[in-house]
């Protein structure tokens, strides 16, 4: 039988919308209960629920709504993953983002927002100029969530586009500025045996960065820095240094802390820069300028512009700056490749 509609396509956009909560709780119900590591081969409903000592029925409604969000398909009541769903969604799997995704949800800073209140009335700070550890502060402890967020699919992500570069094997000592826990570093060193590596952050993420790299065996391997990189001393020598969506806290001083990265890289040197960049008066892409609205409202604006940080390493000194807008689990993320 033919669906025939009789009001505009276009408003099915706005459905969506609506739709959009359900879809998540239902996912992530679904990968607190672990449907998607039961389902990596085809299984009646009765099985799955056995198996993860569910009720029977409900078991079965949940498995028809994954398969209507297309996370599952369903042939003659068996159920199995789709492959989007057997790559990220399998707690096994090395491309497991599951936490990712939960983490980032539940720290969108949307929960307990009176949006309307901030349209009427304004934020209620003065203190939008902040930088460095004072304007990540405003974002509270994040480390945990950090750490969480970091795990499985996208660390790998990060370290596959690293580990691209022409001199990546040539490489002997990195920096990961800004990098948190360290996962997504260590996991770059690790497909370099010769490479050895900082991570450099706040002295609170830096004890969990420790943690991580004895976690992962690495010591002599990696060390861990600590302070405010736009008042101290980030190491010197390096060959590739990495900065994921930390130098939007140096915005007000763009060039200095530029400058301080050009001159801790030895010649011919590479530094990678991972952050959103604004574009079309500053509305797009749609995912970025939403999970900044919090900040915004509140009078905190940390976003960066398209080609704010690749004008910058011009004019500071790098030879050449290869720009590019990349489609990553964060959503749509400018990638610019400085060379000294």
């Known amino acids: 039988m033919n669906c025939n509609s009789f009001v505009d396509l276009k408003v099915k956009k706005l459905l969506d919308m609506i739709y959009a909560p359900m879809y998540t709780k239902t996912l992530f119900a679904a990968i607190e209960l672990n449907i998607f590591s039961e389902l990596k081969e ?31 398909h369903k042939e003659k009541g068996f159920y199995r993953n789709s492959s989007l769903s057997n790559r990220y969604l399998v707690k096994d799997s090395d491309w497991f983002i599951g936490d990712h995704l939960r983490i ?143 130098l939007n806290f140096a915005k007000h001083n763009m060039d200095f802390i530029m400058k301080k990265i050009y001159d801790a890289l030895n010649p011919g040197g590479v530094f990678m820069c991972i952050s959103e960049g604004l574009t079309c008066e500053d509305t797009k892409p749609k995912e970025i300028v939403v999970s900044w609205l919090p900040s915004f409202l509140k009078g905190f604006d940390f976003s960066l512009r398209q080609g704010e940080v690749s004008d910058s390493a011009l004019r500071c000194g790098f030879k050449t700056v290869y720009k590019q807008t990349v489609s990553m689990f964060s959503g749509d993320m400018d990638v610019d490749i400085a060379r000294k």
């Open 42 to 72: 085809s299984k009646l409903y009765t099985e799955v629920a056995e198996n993860l000592k569910l009720n029977r029925d409900n078991t079965k409604w949940l498995l028809n709504a994954l398969a209507g969000m297309e996370l599952l």
């Open 104 to 246: 980032y949800n539940s720290s969108s800073g949307y929960d307990g927002l009176d949006i309307v209140k901030l349209i009427k009335e304004g934020p209620k700070n003065e203190e939008s100029d902040k930088e460095g550890l004072e304007a990540y502060a405003v974002f509270g402890d994040w480390t945990e969530i950090l750490k969480t967020g970091q795990k499985g699919g996208r660390a790998k992500e990060i370290a596959e586009m690293v580990s691209d570069l022409p001199e990546f094997l040539h490489f002997k000592k990195m920096l990961d500025l800004g990098g948190g826990p360290g996962l997504i570093g260590i996991e770059i060193i690790k497909k370099n045996p010769k490479l050895k590596g900082v991570i450099f952050d706040a002295a609170d993420v830096g004890k969990v960065a420790d943690e991580s790299i004895k976690e992962n065996k690495l010591e002599n391997r990696v060390e861990v820095l600590t302070g405010d990189y736009l008042k101290d001393y980030i190491g010197k020598d390096y060959d590739f240094i990495l900065a994921i969506a930390t």
